[in-house]
């Protein structure tokens, strides 16, 4: 987990871990947490295409999800930002949650944000 002030610019620490992962890990994804004001339906749409689900609600997202990263022959990286969004972040972190857990240690994950990120660490 990373934290950084707001209002700092963070592309160039994203762009760093990127090119750090591709030293170790074959599949990586970006995920920044969408920024515009939509359902939840629609949210969760977004994490399930940057996994090529097809799926519409979160648990069958969740299943789509750690069932291609348990089927690679690799670890999975994934680096998800933009915390600061105001948008169903529980519902997500448990998402993540849910996903770690059954994914057997074949997902590696960091989170990069900023106080709202903090703050479901402690939730």
């Known amino acids: 987990m990373l934290i950084a002030q707001s209002g700092i610019n963070r ?3 994203i762009n760093a871990i990127k090119h750090k992962a591709h030293e170790y890990y074959a ?7 969408p920024t515009d004001d939509m359902t939840k339906e629609e949210y969760f749409d977004e994490t399930a295409q940057l996994f090529r689900s097809r799926a ?9 999800i750690i069932d291609l990263i348990n089927s690679s022959r690799e670890d999975t990286f994934l680096l ?9 972040l529980d519902d997500f ?6 996903i770690l857990d059954q994914a057997n240690g ?3 994950l960091i989170t990069m944000g900023g106080e709202k990120l903090a703050n479901l660490q402690t939730n």
Do not use: C, Q
Request: hydrophobic share 40%.
């Open 11 to 13: 592309l160039s620490y």
């Open 27 to 33: 599949l990586i994804y970006r995920l920044g947490l």
């Open 56 to 64: 519409t609600n979160s648990h069958r997202i969740k299943k789509d």
């Open 80 to 88: 998800v930002t933009d915390f600061e969004n105001d948008l169903p």
């Open 93 to 98: 972190a448990k998402l993540m949650r849910a």
């Open 106 to 108: 074949r997902l590696k």
